[in-house]
């Protein structure tokens, strides 16, 4: 905790920032250990080099914050007192007069913003969010074992929803019966709504599961994670119920080659959107260029997507530490999709895969 707060600290002083308040529970969990969702309330961090860092928690969590390991001053309150007076109070008794604070623009809400306004009308208001992902984008041993075995989680996950495939029963239900097992296994979330779709629904990325039965020629698409101990997984396969044509076989094909290749340009030193420079150049010649709509993948931690967004223009160097998807996809309209993703590590050996279900095709007889 204090080697995170030092590293802050330091990236403030080269951009000439005395002051930070961080307010998303992402970013709050990643410097305090604390992990919460705390719904309307306040949760933040004040840090500043003249004082020791500062938290701002319910009361109801302050118990909480301390046994995940904060051990400077905290600012608890009740729901009838307004937090934002409360740091206020405190940072005029500590005669703490910043000249420039770093707030996270894409988590800060208009009425937020005027609340820091009002109790620090001469401070002017900068954007951290760029400095706090180039911290959170090189995860730490303890972050990569996390990473790890909410990987193996999901690899689980997929496993359950490919033996819950027979014919008739319906989309939402396989999706019941994979949270179910992985309640069994002490799960409490999943990273994101666990989606199963089959038929010509798996021509749409973002497609919505639905009662809709399994049928014999369906391709079946499962996109799922789970949080471990605040980090977050992401997989996906697809698989064919029964039966297969040769179109959707030759797209499953094109779509793992791709996801290969890809993975394989996951080098320490190679810019980000080599990767889905790779893949995209591989489903173009292939002649199915346009149903690839969608970057190659996005960074993963304690979001599911996070820092680095791999699209194509994207010059970011990839280093050792890193954490990131790799999920081309090819969606016909009318006639039916396929995506495969995992989740990568990069090393100084090279690129390792994290989700290790088996890729290659499967046809399920169940």
Known sequence: MAKRINQLLGKMKESNMDSMFITSPANFYYVSNHLTDPHERLIGIYISPSRDPLLVVPALEKEDAKSAGWDYDIISYFDHEDPWQLLSDQLLRDDEKPEVIGLEHD???????????????????????????????????????????????????????????????????????????????????????????????????????????????????????????????DITRTVAYKSISDEQRNIYETVLAAEKKAIEAAQIGNAVGKLDQTARNHIERAGYGEYFNHRIGHGLGIETHEYPSMHGNNTLAIEAGMSFTIEPGIYVPGQGGVRIEDMVFTTEKGPEQLTKYPKELQIIDG
Not at 194 to 222: Q, Y
């Open 107 to 233: 988590h800060l809400t208009l009425e937020r913003y005027y609340k820091v306004k009002e109790i620090l009308p001469r401070t002017a208001i900068t954007d951290v969010q760029e400095l706090l992902a180039s911290v959170r984008v090189i995860k730490t041993d303890e972050e990569y074992a996390r990473l790890k075995q909410a990987a193996e989680l999901a690899d689980f996950g997929i496993e359950t929803g490919v033996k819950s495939i027979r014919e008739g029963v319906s989309e939402l239900e396989i999706i019941a019966n994979i949270e179910y097992e992985l309640k069994k296994q002490g799960i409490q979330q999943m990273s994101f709504e666990t989606m199963t779709l089959s038929g010509a629904k798996t021509a749409s990325p973002h497609g919505t599961p639905t009662m809709k039965k399994i049928e014999p020629g369906d391709m079946v698409l499962f996109d799922l994670g789970v949080v471990f101990e605040g980090y977050c997984s």
